[in-house]
């Protein structure tokens, strides 16, 4: 990992709350570990849990139209207070501040942390009357992001709309925890099937509830689903079978998330179907490897490609609630296999899809890219 001393730099998102494990926890973290002076202006939260080696600015919760006017303007103006010289941007609102903070003298980093054009055109509430200008919108921001100082994109195929000798991959794999090295085996865990994450029907939310009323999810089980979802799907859910098997946890810490990982056997991975799914690498994914658990996932052929080369999980049809309670049950039924995927995910995660590779990635290219601008 490069050496960062004597680098100021400050990571900016008026969307993201300042516990957003990407940008704080593993982006700054890493940059403030490897000697860089770091500060981070996000969104307030009411989830605990702080780096003592990042600054933090915490800007107030705004509704969505307001956070991408007033929010973004003001969290450029906190940025500029910090007076750091770099500035790491992570939402698309703020890459419209980009040639005033070239003004300013800035250098500026973007991290693109979804591919924009792709995700604005799976969006189900855009008509098709608005979907097609919010497209054009979203292609002219990247546009105007690739004249970024440097790019950080979170997968590859992120990376291929942006200038390739400025950007670098950095994906979001997580941390390992010393408490996922002593873990058991899934065998030896509670019978709990789990899912961690935003919970909404794009995420599988209605098929994972379904799943748990049908006849092959195995007595004795139950749903464990933990993170942020909106009160009239949870309203919805509620009235569905299958939730009298449900622990709902709502919102958590992240490293309470990840510990309700290590008292499960099974993680499910439902995406629905769009094209910035079949793209994606969720993070969530990884944090089941790390905690040895295999993964029931949508059959996407990226996907694919990882729990094939690991044997670490099984593809269903995310669709099919059946499938996935009979996916369910044969964990159940054959604890060597069961234990056999959870053994192979924790391999995964030891060998290869941790965060430590990640972060001297980015070190390396805050060191080569980024001039020593110390004040």
Not at 103 to 112: R, S
């Amino acid at each position: 990992m490069s050496t960062l001393q004597g680098i100021r730099v400050t990571h900016v998102s008026s969307a993201h709350p300042w516990t957003d494990n990407r940008i704080h926890f593993r982006e700054s973290a890493s940059l403030a570990d490897a000697g860089a002076d770091v500060s981070l202006v996000a969104v307030e939260s009411s989830i605990g849990g702080v780096t003592p080696s990042v600054r933090t600015l915490a800007l107030p919760k705004l509704p969505r139209l307001k956070r991408a006017s007033i929010g973004a303007l003001r969290a450029v103006i906190a940025a500029l207070r910090t007076r750091a010289p770099i500035l790491h941007l992570h939402d698309p609102e703020l890459v419209f501040a980009l040639p005033l903070l070239r003004a300013f003298g800035k250098t500026v980093i973007y991290d693109a942390h979804e591919d924009l054009p792709e995700q604005v055109g799976a969006k189900a509430y855009l008509s098709p009357f608005l979907r097609r200008p919010a497209q054009w919108l979203a292609h002219g921001i990247v546009g105007l992001a690739r004249h970024a100082d440097l790019v950080v994109a979170a997968t590859e195929t992120i990376a291929k709309r942006f200038p390739a000798d400025r950007t670098v991959i950095v994906h979001n794999y997580p941390p390992l925890r010393a408490e996922e090295a002593d873990a058991p085996v899934a065998s030896n865990r509670p019978r709990h099937v789990v899912y961690i994450g935003g919970i909404a029907s794009s995420r599988g939310a209605s098929v994972m509830v379904k799943a748990a009323s049908e006849p092959d999810f195995p007595a004795g089980w139950s749903l464990e689903l933990a993170g942020t979802a909106g009160d009239a799907l949870i309203a919805a859910l509620r009235t569905r079978a299958g939730w009298k098997r449900v622990n709902f946890h709502g919102q958590v810490p992240p490293d309470d998330a990840r510990d309700i990982l290590l008292s499960a056997r099974v993680g499910l991975l439902l995406f629905q179907d769009s094209k910035p799914h079949r793209d994606a690498l969720p993070t969530k994914m990884f944090e089941y490897f790390a905690a040895g658990v295999p993964v029931i996932a949508s059959d996407f052929p990226l996907w694919r490609t990882i729990i094939d080369r690991w044997q670490c999980g099984t593809l269903v049809d995310q669709t099919d609630e059946a499938a996935v309670a009979r996916a369910i049950r044969r964990y159940a039924e054959n604890p060597q296999l069961l234990d056999e995927h959870s053994r192979n995910a924790r391999t995964a995660a030891e060998q290869e899809l941790n965060w430590s590779t990640e972060a001297t990635a980015l070190t390396d290219a805050y060191a080569r890219f980024v001039p020593r601008l110390a004040e």
